[in-house]
């Protein structure tokens, strides 16, 4: 049995993969008039006083919407979001196995991204924060930036960040291995889409200076006609030289590629002219652009993938849990930029040095002690930044 008619099966089986349950006994009369009637008027009268004690009177401090329109889930595109169903599900049941943060599923039927923020912004004060999932580009660029602005709780979407988040990590160690800095690296970033332009914004912030984007069109540069803002506003920071041409012609001379794009794109000849030592993280699922062993043989220093069958693999479940576990123990009101940069350097930190190679330059996203070192550092951050509204120790 191959592994997706096995996860049909389970799922049938499971008939969902979350399960909610009463954190409180009501066993008896008085239990049912301290949780609900009569005795619960009164942390609502105090909530309705000082709507910020919803967060102590009610589980909302440690609750996280999981919220999709069904447009980009997975590999498999705009299926509907129905159909996302099962995706954000699972999306829920990993913040709660690795973070411990609770986590609801809710699939807004609209392609419209004015009536998908006005639906999440009327239902935002029910949760702590709001993850946004498998949302295509270039609405979910709009989506965030105008949801931010709406509401006072964390708006954080996965695809993107969570995967620049990751990558940087690994680009982190693997240029600690090579002995590369980080200023000094020549990047490659195949792919301008909601991963790639996230990627290529954090690399900046981290540190890289030196990065080329690629669409389907080729080598992006400043003046292009863009698919998005986001990306417009990023060529005005990428390919300072003003370089044109292909993936192949950007691939010389280069220290990093990373491949958010399509199966096959890379050849071996393709990375035989990059600078010696090069890093390949060809991340597109489930072929990535170029398998592990020819980029190897072709002599990559160390690949990773978005696979869980080979080493390093680029998977949001190592930042999300520990971003959002830092951001509400400090009841944060925005993830910043410098929270996600703070999550990629305790992330690259998790991997000690007696462990760092290149077939393991990111943690084991088993390793439970990665989502709290990633929290920890995620709440410094938002001290830091001044979106922390809760004063606890962090240390």
């Known amino acids: 049995m191959d592994i997706m008619e096995k996860a049909l099966q389970a799922h049938r089986a499971w008939h969902g993969k979350l399960d909610i349950r009463s954190r409180v006994r009501i066993d008896n009369r008085d239990a049912l008039s301290t949780a609900y009637t009569p005795g619960v008027a009164q942390p609502c009268l105090e909530i309705q006083k000082d709507p910020a004690l919803s967060y102590e009177l009610t589980g909302r401090q440690n609750l996280v919407a999981v919220i999709t329109d069904g447009t980009a889930v997975l590999g498999l595109g705009d299926i509907g979001p129905l159909a996302a169903m099962p995706v954000m599900e699972g999306k829920c049941a990993l913040f709660i196995e690795f973070g411990g943060v609770n986590a609801i ?8 991204p004015d009536e998908f923020c006005e639906t999440v912004a009327r239902i935002a004060g029910s949760f702590g924060g709001i993850n946004l999932e498998d949302i295509s580009a270039p609405r979910c660029f709009e989506i965030e930036k105008k949801l931010k602005t709406m509401v006072d709780i964390p708006v954080f979407h996965d695809d993107q960040h969570g995967t620049a988040v990751v990558a940087s990590a690994a680009i982190i160690n693997a240029a600690k291995l090579a002995g590369k800095q980080l200023s000094e690296l020549k990047t490659v970033i195949n792919g301008a889409g909601a991963a790639g332009v996230a990627i290529a914004n ?25 698919s998005s803002e986001a990306l417009t506003e990023l060529s005005k920071r990428t390919n300072l030289a003003h370089r044109h041409g292909g993936l192949a012609d950007a691939m010389q001379g280069a220290d990093v ?19 010696e030592k090069p890093f390949i993280f060809a991340m597109a699922n489930p072929t990535p652009e170029i398998m592990p062993d020819l980029a190897k043989e072709a002599g990559a220093f160390v690949v990773g993938t978005g696979r869980s069958d080979f080493p390093n693999q680029i998977n949001n479940v190592l930042a999300f849990p520990g971003i959002f576990k830092g951001a509400l123990a400090v009841r944060a009101s925005d993830i910043t930029e410098g929270m996600k940069r703070a999550a990629a350097i305790a992330l690259a930190e998790s991997v000690s040095d007696a462990d760092l190679s290149p077939a393991c330059v990111i943690p084991n996203p088993f390793d ?5 070192r990633v929290a920890k550092a995620v709440s410094r951050a938002a001290f830091e930044d001044g979106v922390a509204r809760l004063s606890v120790c962090t240390d």
Do not use: R
């Open 257 to 275: 590629f990373i491949g958010v794009s399509k199966p096959g794109l890379v050849t071996p000849e393709m990375v035989k002219s990059m600078n």
């Open 368 to 372: 439970a002690t990665v989502a709290e």
């Open 202 to 226: 954090m690399l900046l912030s981290i540190g890289v200076k030196d990065i080329t984007m690629l669409n389907s069109k080729g080598i992006v540069c400043e003046g292009d006609k863009l």
């Open 105 to 112: 599923p809710l699939c807004v039927s609209t392609k419209d």
